[in-house]
């Protein structure tokens, strides 16, 4: 969870950071979707109440990785929806051999890593930086209770993908390390260096942004 990050950044930079309470980081929302063989089958012919509770139950993470990858306002709306409209054409493809939330968080992760790309190599394509509108389930705004907690989920937006894809998965969503290893599709090992090099990469960037903000 987000307190997590922020209590270990803390000692980190010496600063105190005070964890929001706001319920976009915490377990609050639509419970996972029951995958029993009803449900499966309803999924895989594409059946639209199916997943429309399919999307409805994934969507708070699914829009939570697409802000720790940058994206805001509109770029945000897009983001999801191609995300999920990647999910739907794949659905009858689905074989269960993984859970359908690891599935989703797959493709989604997959979809947003390539936008960043996108961004990243083209600049004229870049994406809006501004705040996500207040409809949205935002992850940045909605949960930082202070401004210290602010810098840091903004900080995170800023790092290389797969370190904001696994910060946000393993400090906000309090996904397992084994988990973020089978959504992101590489070693577990690996894992833990993106979030060692996250940290401190955080550390230095959180404590230059505290001294300009105190010298201010």
């Known amino acids: 969870m987000s307190a997590i990050l922020t209590n270990q950044l803390s000692s980190l930079t010496g600063r105190s950071t005070r964890c929001g309470e706001a319920d976009v980081t915490g377990d609050a929302g639509p419970k996972p979707i029951s995958l ?18 399919l999307v409805e139950s994934h969507q708070r993470i699914v829009l939570g990785l697409a802000q720790s990858m940058g994206l ?13 409209a ?13 859970s359908i939330s690891t599935w989703v968080y797959q493709i989604a992760c997959r979809t947003f890593w390539r936008l960043r790309q996108k961004r990243d190599t083209n600049p004229t394509a870049a994406l809006d930086q501004d705040f996500a509108d207040a409809r949205h389930v935002s992850p940045l705004d909605q949960a930082a209770a202070s401004e210290q907690e602010q810098m840091i989920w903004s ?7 797969r370190q904001a894809m696994a910060v ?8 397992a390390l084994e988990e973020i290893a089978v959504v992101m599709e590489c070693p577990e090992g690996t894992i833990k260096t993106l979030l060692f090099r996250a940290r401190e990469r955080l550390r230095q960037r959180l404590a230059r942004k505290f001294n300009e903000r105190d010298r201010s």
């Open 36 to 53: 029993d063989e009803s449900t499966l089958a309803a999924l895989r012919r594409q059946d639209a109440e199916a997943f429309s509770q």
């Open 72 to 84: 805001r306002g509109a770029d945000l709306d897009d983001a999801a929806a191609e995300a999920f």
């Open 86 to 98: 990647a999910v739907y054409r794949a659905l009858p493809k689905f074989e269960a051999r993984s």
């Open 155 to 161: 900080a995170v937006a800023d790092l290389e993908p």
């Open 168 to 175: 946000e998965l393993h400090y906000r969503r309090g996904f």
